[in-house]
């Protein structure tokens, strides 16, 4: 991956987790680039998750320091929020909510403009348009995935962090 270039929208530096005696990240670096694809690989419990979510603010490092979008994540997370998303399968939709009802709450709390136009470019994007109606519950784990990814792209973040994007889906669906 270069980033020459490209101004850093993720900036990691000597990122250290511990749970406990568990030390889940071992003093990690490194940056990702405006306008990037940019992916964590490693085998189960090598800390992916775990990175995400001190990215994401949701979990506070043992020690090292996270700038995201300009703000320092451990200080000033609310500042780069609103600019970023989030999908992973780990994290359910509300079940009972049809895909459309789902995206129409988060797209509200989001604050998105043009929000049922947006909602019908996403569906079309991502072929949800045959069971927008359907409740999140009844779908199968591969539209759950679609499903969840547009709840991620409705604010159009400019920082999106996704966890096993994936999940789920067929080789075609998934290109």
Do not use: C, H, W
């Amino acid at each position: 991956m270069s980033n020459v270039g490209n101004p850093a929208v993720v900036v990691v530096a000597g990122l250290t987790k511990r749970f406990g005696l568990v030390t889940a990240i071992d003093g990690i670096s490194f940056r990702v680039g405006e306008g990037s694809t940019t992916a964590l690989l490693g085998g189960n419990g090598a800390g992916k998750t775990t990175t995400l979510a001190i990215l994401l603010g949701l979990l506070l490092p043992t020690s090292g320091t996270v700038r995201v979008l300009g703000a320092d994540m451990m200080r000033q997370r609310y500042q780069a929020l609103s600019r970023m998303n989030f999908s992973s399968p780990y994290v359910d939709l509300p079940r009972r909510l049809s895909v459309e009802e789902n995206l129409i709450v988060y797209g509200r709390l989001y604050g998105v403009a043009r929000l049922k136009q947006r909602i019908r470019d996403l569906a079309r994007d991502l072929e949800i348009e045959p069971f927008l109606r359907r409740p999140i519950g009844e779908l199968s784990a591969g539209q759950r995935t679609r499903a969840a990814l547009a709840k991620a792209l409705l604010n159009e973040p400019r920082l999106l962090l996704l966890d096993e994007p994936t999940a789920s889906l067929d080789p075609d669906t998934a290109d």
